[in-house]
Every structure is written in structure tokens, then in C-alpha cells.
């Protein structure tokens, strides 16, 4: 059974180019979440999705960030015009749902390298 | 609003010390804790997890009891090796159900 596998696992980006990092769950699992861990610092939590509907999006920034997870396919975090300050890793994590002593689930995470 | 807090590091010890890493939660009503595992360049692992008060969780010789009357984690080992140097988190999940609350990390290092 393949854990949640996260593509690509390093991505360099210039300033101003798009970046998009795509996660795929675990099998089974209709529940998505992306965290971002800025060096030496711990994780925070950006957005959670399921199929076809973002259920929160507190921790994401209100410009350029955006994600979706469509009824077919991985979940998209996708970042527009990046910034230095978008450099960071980008973990997704994965449940079966919402039962709340089920742990999340996380992939190997996407290091961001703006330029 | 759920907060985790950790104690800060690194935690420098030798092989075979004793470790503890201290963590207290905020949180409304019983949250589920849990303490992940991060190895350079890799995700996040589930080391143990705990549901309810005075449950105690356990894995790799690595222990934590859920303290609802301190509101604390504490993950600790009897006997660390170089192979345990790594970051540790804690965390929540609360009755809601959704996304899990980390602490900042303690990053440990064991030296043989």
C-alpha cells in the first residue's frame, strides 16, 4: 500500500514563476492537507481539502496561493509570482477522514528553492 | 484556539542517557496527541499517539503519557541511540476532527 507520494521533491522556481507541487493520498483516503515547515521552524498548517471541496483555508495565504483536489487526480497546491520568501518544504499529509484519533498520514514533502 | 508548545532544542545527548522532551497542550474539550518523527530530508513519521487521559502511548522504546490534569505529552526513552538523532513534534487533533496542531519541533542529537 503506497504512502502519500508527493512530486517533485525538489523544485526550483525564479522569482515571479509558478510553482506547483502535486500530492497524491494514500489509498482509501478523501482527506487532504498541505503544511509548510520554513527552515528550522516547525509546521504550519495552510489548507484542508477533500474531493472536489476546500473545507479550510485558514492558514493560506489570501494571494498568489491557491489548491485544489479534483474528483480525478492529485491535490494541486499551486503558487503564483513566487517570492524568496515562499522557500520552504511543503508537506501534504493524508486521512481516511475525520475521525480525530486517526493520525494524518504525510509524504516526503516538496523543497521549494526560490531564486 | 489549539496550541502545542515544546520545548526548544537541540537536546545534546550521549548514547544510552535519558531523554525527555517536554510538551503541554491548549485545547478545548479531549484532544487526541501525538508525537511525529522527522529524519533529515524526509516527511513526517507517527511515532506514538494517545486518545484519552492516562493513555500511554508507545513505540521503539519511545513513551508519552496523556496528563489531562497538567495538559501535557512528554515524550521520553530509557536509553537513546545516534540512530534516534532526529526531529521530534507534537500534536493534536481535537474533537473536530481536522487538522493537526504542531508544536515548534525539538530537534535531538545523540553522540556516540
Known amino acids: 500500500n503506497a504512502g502519500v507520494m508527493q512530486n517533485p521533491r525538489h523544485l526550483v522556481r525564479r522569482r515571479g514563476q509558478e510553482a506547483r507541487l502535486r500530492c497524491s493520498p494514500m489509498k482509501g483516503h478523501s482527506h487532504v492537507y498541505w503544511y509548510r515547515q520554513l527552515p528550522e521552524e516547525g509546521l504550519k498548517f495552510m489548507v484542508y481539502l477533500q474531493k472536489e471541496n476546500i473545507i479550510d483555508e485558514s492558514g493560506m495565504p489570501k494571494e498568489r496561493f491557491s489548491a485544489e483536489f479534483p474528483k480525478e487526480g492529485p491535490s494541486i497546491l499551486r503558487i503564483q509570482q513566487v517570492v524568496r520568501g515562499d522557500s520552504a518544504a511543503y508537506f501534504c499529509?493524508?486521512?481516511?477522514?475525520?475521525?480525530?484519533?486517526?493520525?494524518?498520514?504525510f509524504g516526503n514533502g516538496t523543497r521549494l528553492t526560490v531564486t | 484556539g489549539n496550541s502545542v508548545t515544546q520545548m526548544e532544542g537541540p537536546v545534546t545527548l550521549s548514547e544510552e542517557a535519558f531523554l525527555t522532551i517536554n510538551c503541554t497542550y491548549t485545547a478545548t474539550g479531549y484532544p487526541s496527541l501525538f508525537w511525529y518523527v522527522q529524519y533529515p530530508g524526509e516527511g513526517l513519521q507517527l511515532l506514538l499517539k494517545a486518545t484519552k487521559a492516562d493513555d500511554k502511548g508507545s513505540n521503539k522504546g519511545f513513551e508519552a503519557t496523556y496528563r489531562k490534569e497538567t495538559t501535557s505529552f512528554h515524550l521520553e526513552k530509557g536509553s537513546v541511540q545516534v540512530s534516534d538523532s532526529a526531529v521530534y513534534f507534537c500534536?493534536?487533533?481535537?474533537?473536530?476532527?481536522?487538522?493537526?496542531?504542531f508544536g515548534g519541533g525539538t530537534r535531538l542529537m545523540v553522540k556516540p
Open positions: 499529509a493524508s486521512s481516511p477522514g475525520t475521525i480525530f484519533d486517526s493520525p494524518l498520514h
Open positions: 500534536a493534536l487533533r481535537d474533537n473536530a476532527g481536522n487538522m493537526l496542531t
